[in-house]
Nanobody, 126 residues
């Protein structure tokens, strides 16, 4: 039973910071990457960031480069997304995802991930 659980969402003023966490439990064999996606009301789910579990390579959407930082703690099976300089347009439900065999070119494709958390709400007010 593979489960991903997000935490750390909440309400923050523009310019503030939040740190999201995603812990994966159960089967971890073959996991190659984890990522963050977000979905605002009326919009499609979009890629935010991803990290290779073994090599540590990181990837970011252009909209969050320089503001968000993805990281992991392998011993805790936890991935983090440090979000700084938050903007109202960052408001969305944030989802963590994991995959066992995803290739680099598919890291930004939500459909390529096998496992998903339930999401955590991030609201940025002016």
């Amino acid at each position: 039973q593979v489960q991903l659980v997000e935490s750390g969402g909440g309400l923050v003023q523009a310019g503030g910071s939040l740190r999201l966490s995603c812990t994966i439990s159960g089967r971890t064999f073959g996991r190659t990457a984890m990522g963050w996606f977000r979905q605002a009301p009326g919009k499609e789910r979009e890629f935010v960031s991803a990290i290779r579990w073994s090599g540590g390579h990181t990837y970011y959407a252009d909209s969050v480069k320089g503001r968000f930082t993805i990281s992991k703690d392998s011993a805790k099976n936890t991935m983090y997304l440090q979000m700084n300089s938050l903007k109202p347009e960052d408001t969305a439900v944030y989802y963590c995802a994991a995959d066992t065999s995803i290739i680099t070119s598919e890291l930004g494709n939500a459909g390529a991930y096998d496992y998903w958390g339930q999401g955590t709400q991030v609201t940025v007010s002016s």
